[in-house]
């Protein structure tokens, strides 16, 4: 019974260190997403195709999306998220975000693309430090109840 505690505990203790780790990793991300938004100018652009990418038997797509920057450039750039299915059909408008010192650093500005990760991540952390910290607490109560 010892050992499948011991084991419980390490169990615990690993859960809690994911948690954290998962936690450090969504302020990271959320930091990189606040920090693009710094310098970042708003535009409309359109889907004007994907780029598709085989991995085995299946196949992801990334859209490519035109927009006119505030000083009449045009870009054309591919979306940051790929997809197992086509996201927006061709010649959808669709919100951009763009750095202005760097044009064709440009993300779609929706939620998916750019908080989706940070957020998967910091509930992923709170998850494990929850679980990490009840199972840990279970153990304590169990050896509790065997020490003479």
Request: positive net charge.
């Amino acid at each position: 019974m010892r050992l499948a505690l011991g084991i419980l505990d390490l169990s615990a203790r690993l859960l809690f260190a994911l948690g954290i780790g998962c936690l450090l990793l969504g302020g990271y991300l959320a930091w990189q997403t606040l920090s693009f938004a710094q310098d970042a100018e708003r535009a409309t652009g359109e889907v004007v195709g994907y780029h598709e990418t085989r991995e085995g038997d299946d196949t992801r797509y990334r859209p490519r999306v035109r927009f006119r920057t505030a000083s009449g450039d045009i870009i054309t750039v591919s979306g940051q998220l790929a997809a197992g299915s086509k996201r927006f059909p061709e010649g959808t408008q669709v919100p951009m975000v763009y750095k202005v010192s760097k044009p064709t650093e440009a993300r779609i500005a929706l939620f998916t693309d750019n908080w989706l990760g940070a957020t998967l991540a910091g509930v992923i952390g709170l998850v494990g430090i929850a679980g990490g910290y009840l199972v840990r607490r279970g153990v304590r109560r169990d050896v509790a109840k065997f020490r003479p």
